[in-house]
């Protein structure tokens, strides 16, 4: 089970967004490739990146910073305004290891299979869900899609990793929602990778646990925990093997 420590982004700084809205900000490091350096020290090869700004504007202003975090020889996988096949190609420019495709997935499945054939496994899509449905733009809208349906439509193209988040428990220090994770998992052929209310090392446990029952469980992101301290990032990748 990989652990992806998540770096969001928002006018060049590190921040974390409460369920994602804009206006509930916590501003941690005013450099992001800081809050990379601190996770390299804590032993991560892998990082999740969100940009904030390109995921609420279409437009990504950005990836000279995802580009400084790449340089430290991480592997990141980046989403948030992934709009086109330019933002894309620019996204790999800049050292991405792996594109997450969020809301055009859902309005536009077609273009994450002509992605596939382009790029293949480099190409993950990002479902974040409220209520089951698929939220989109930042998550400012939620459409009429379900999140299983999008998830199995787009592994029939061929994707083979999906960001599974659960905006109800994003940044709630709650715990996960590990019934709906479950379900993801159960009914999806794709790897998936679990988002969303990891807030102590019982949680990570907990989902180690459904991974040893569903092998298609590849990782999980967490971030608030690990920037408050309610999760100790070096202590948990030596308690859960990364891959």
Not at 33 to 41: G, Y
Not at 135 to 147: E, I, L, P, Q, R
Not at 165 to 177: E, L, R, V, W
Not at 189 to 208: H, K, P, Q
């Amino acid at each position: 089970m990989i652990i992806y420590p998540a770096i969001d982004i928002r006018n060049g700084r590190c921040v974390r967004l409460l369920q994602g809205k804009a206006e509930q900000e916590t501003v941690y490091y005013d450099r992001p490739v800081d809050a990379a350096k601190v996770w390299i020290e804590a032993g991560t090869k892998w990082m999740h990146m969100v940009d904030l700004d390109g995921a609420f504007t279409g437009t990504s202003s950005n990836l000279k910073h995802v580009a400084e975090v790449a340089a430290l020889g991480l592997k990141v996988q980046l989403g948030g305004g992934l709009r086109d096949f330019g933002s894309v190609k620019a996204a790999f420019d800049a050292g991405v290891s792996r594109a997450v495709i969020g809301t055009r997935a859902c309005s536009d499945p077609r273009f994450v299979q002509a992605l596939i054939q382009l790029y293949g496994d480099k190409i993950a899509v990002g479902i974040d869900a409220k209520d089951g449905l698929v939220a989109v733009k930042g998550w400012v809208d939620t459409s009429d899609v379900t999140a299983l349906d999008l998830a199995k439509q787009v592994s029939d193209f061929g994707v083979r990793t999906i960001i599974y988040t659960d905006i109800s428990t994003d940044g709630m220090m709650a715990g996960p929602n590990l019934e709906a994770q479950e379900e993801m998992l159960s009914h999806c052929s794709a790897n998936i990778i679990a988002s969303g209310g990891v807030s102590r090392m019982e949680d990570l446990a907990s989902l180690a646990d459904l991974g040893s029952r569903h092998e298609n469980l590849d990782g999980v992101i967490t971030g608030k925990a690990i920037y408050e301290g309610a999760i100790d990032l070096s202590e948990a990748l030596e308690q859960f093997p990364q891959e």
